[in-house]
């Protein structure tokens, strides 16, 4: 396994961790016990680091996640979740970074993930109701009672990212980021006030914190497994993203052709190819990316083993040339 460190956190993080959403079943289908095996396996190969939430699957990941570090395994990973997205019994969402409702969130998800403390701690998306200095008061409490590390924020315009940071200590940031949306004005139809490549790599350059790209393959698009008449189940998450259903999937596709063109070039297949695109970034510290199988954990760790070159990444780069501004 390849390792990085950044300043603002002390541990070395698996430069490839798991994203957990899918063990909620968002993701067409899931089953507990192959979640399990999965973070069993991930850290037998040398994963440190795991990102959850709780509104993936409504509290179902964070639980299975809770129940696969039992037995010692705790204490060889760090969690990363999430806090300030509610839902109600229609699983309807809203964002609520309130001091009383972050007081509230931070126990629920110690409970599911049976565990005294989380590593990091996210604020998953911005609320525009509550003051930042609200949201920062309440993570200063709730870290000097011993219940988080590091604080992290996920999906903020950078302009409240340092805002934020003249209250409290900021220590990881996440976003959008891939191949083919590199600056994404949007993220499942969501406006995002942040551009990834122009605006939050800087930022954590400059800080020192650590950035953890979400969305790595495109949800599945720069895996190599779709074709043009792709069609997801009527549960899977992905039909709400308009980029893979919608009038532009076609040019997201074609791109990936020629992307796949230059993985077959290489004798590596697309995933390897666009993990390791993001890996070999100093300023990307650790991959989510959502695996549904061993096989498949197997198949993104194999990007550890190898490097793009400077005269493939070239070729690699002219293509991504026209999605700077997505």
């Known amino acids: 396994m390849v390792y990085k460190k950044v300043d603002k956190i002390k541990e070395q993080i698996s430069a490839i961790s798991i994203?957990?959403?899918?063990?909620?079943?968002?993701?067409?289908?899931?089953?507990?016990q192959n979640s399990i095996n999965i973070v069993h396996a991930a850290i037998e190969e040398g994963i440190n680091f795991f990102d959850v939430a709780p509104v993936y699957g409504w509290g179902v990941s964070e639980t299975i996640l809770g129940k696969a570090l039992k037995g010692g395994k705790r204490e060889k990973v760090l969690i990363a979740s999430k806090g300030g997205l509610l839902w109600n019994d229609k699983h309807e969402t809203t964002n609520n970074l309130s001091k009383a409702s972050l007081s509230k969130e931070i126990d629920a998800s110690l409970i599911r993930l049976q565990t005294d403390y989380i590593d990091i701690y996210q604020m998953h998306w911005p609320d525009p109701n509550v003051p930042l200095e609200e949201t920062a008061e309440a993570l200063d409490k709730i870290k000097?009672?011993?219940?988080?590390?590091?604080?992290?924020?996920?999906?903020?315009?950078?302009k409240d990212v340092e805002k934020m940071m003249t209250m409290i200590e900021v220590h990881c940031q996440q976003s959008l980021y891939n191949m083919l949306e590199r600056n994404p004005i949007s993220y499942h139809s969501i406006p995002l006030d942040y551009r990834t490549e122009k605006e939050v790599l800087p930022m954590v350059r400059k800080h020192g914190q650590a950035f953890l790209?979400?969305?790595?393959?495109?949800?599945?698009?720069?895996?190599?497994?779709?074709?043009?008449?792709?069609?997801?189940?009527?549960?899977?998450?992905?039909?709400?993203?308009?980029?893979?259903?919608?009038?532009d999937f076609e040019i997201y596709y074609n791109a990936t052709l020629q992307i796949q063109r230059i993985a077959d070039e290489m004798g590596h297949p697309m995933n390897e190819v666009a993990l390791n695109w993001l890996r070999q970034k100093p300023d990307i510290t650790s991959i989510i990316g959502g695996v549904s199988s061993i096989a498949q954990l197997e198949k993104n760790l194999h990007c550890t083993t190898w490097e793009i070159d400077d005269a493939y990444m070239e070729k690699i780069n002219e293509i991504l040339k026209p999605f700077e501004d997505r």
């Open 19 to 32: 994203g957990c959403w899918n063990f909620g079943g968002d993701w067409d289908s899931s089953d507990e």
């Open 144 to 158: 000097k009672s011993g219940k988080i590390r590091y604080v992290g924020l996920s999906n903020f315009a950078q």
């Open 213 to 247: 790209p979400y969305s790595p393959l495109f949800q599945g698009l720069l895996a190599g497994k779709f074709t043009k008449d792709k069609k997801f189940s009527e549960r899977d998450i992905r039909n709400a993203n308009p980029k893979l259903v919608g009038e």
